[in-house]
């Protein structure tokens, strides 16, 4: 299945560099974009979420919705060696439920 | 904060064994679920469930599979008759209401290694 597409990376950038993460999406249906944060063998932790298209900002992370073209991304600003990780976009139709449909991840290291 | 748990964080266990994985969710959300991440892949979901009964499930989720709330708090996953290819990280998920949340948190996941 090739709904969420995430370029894996690995990417790594100096302290201090803003990070661009991307997403793109097959789905019309998708509604709802969310970011996570996963660490290596741990549990993917919530980051962003957002509803349709636009920009959300939370402190350093501003998470962009593009449903003309499919498209999302995470910025993260002033970045720092404890953002290291793999971000995982993620989306759901919208439905109650919510079953998510994940992204590959991208892996990001930042040096001090 | 309230978060999601999982037992136990490592399980080992032989080729047509079966196996059973815990998960406490977060105590009032009402929607719950199961993913799993074979290493180096996307996670996947399996399985949703919410009212006491299954309400969504992927294609992986067959008659191997099976998922139960025995009481108030816990929400289990049980593998019967375990593959090779089961082998994975389970990652359970909890989201609260109906209306407004569709934010699902994730527990840190157990390890099945199945040999």
């Known amino acids: 299945q090739k709904e969420v597409e995430q370029d894996p990376g690995p990417l790594s950038v100096p302290e201090g560099a803003i990070v661009s993460l991307n997403c793109t999406y097959s789905n019309s249906a998708f509604q709802y974009f969310m970011w996570y944060r996963q660490y290596s063998r741990k549990g993917p932790e919530l980051l962003m979420y957002?509803?349709?298209?636009g920009n959300k900002e939370d402190g350093r992370f501003t998470a962009q919705v593009d449903k003309s073209s499919k498209y999302i991304s995470l910025f993260i600003r002033d970045s720092q060696p404890s953002d290291s990780a793999t971000y995982l976009c993620?989306?759901?139709?919208?439905?109650?439920?919510?079953?998510?449909?994940f992204g590959r991840g991208t892996q990001l290291t930042v040096w001090p | 904060e309230p978060e999601v748990t999982q037992t136990p964080s490592h399980q080992v266990t032989q080729m047509g064994q079966e196996v059973i994985l815990r998960c406490v969710p977060i105590?009032?959300?009402?929607?719950f679920y199961w993913y799993r991440q074979i290493l180096g892949q996307k996670v996947e979901f399996l399985v949703s469930f919410y009212n006491n009964e299954i309400s969504e499930k992927s294609e992986i989720f067959d008659d191997q599979f099976s998922v139960e709330r025995p009481d108030g708090s816990n929400f289990t996953l049980k593998i019967r008759s375990t593959k090779l290819e089961d082998s994975a990280m389970y990652f359970c998920?909890?989201?609260?209401?109906?209306?407004?949340?569709?934010?699902?948190?994730f527990g840190p996941g157990t390890r099945l290694t199945v040999t």
């Open positions: 957002t509803y349709s298209s």
């Open positions: 105590s009032n959300h009402l929607y």
């Open positions: 998920a909890s989201k609260g209401g109906p209306t407004g949340s569709y934010e699902q948190y």
């Open positions: 993620a989306m759901s139709r919208g439905s109650t439920l919510g079953r998510l449909y």
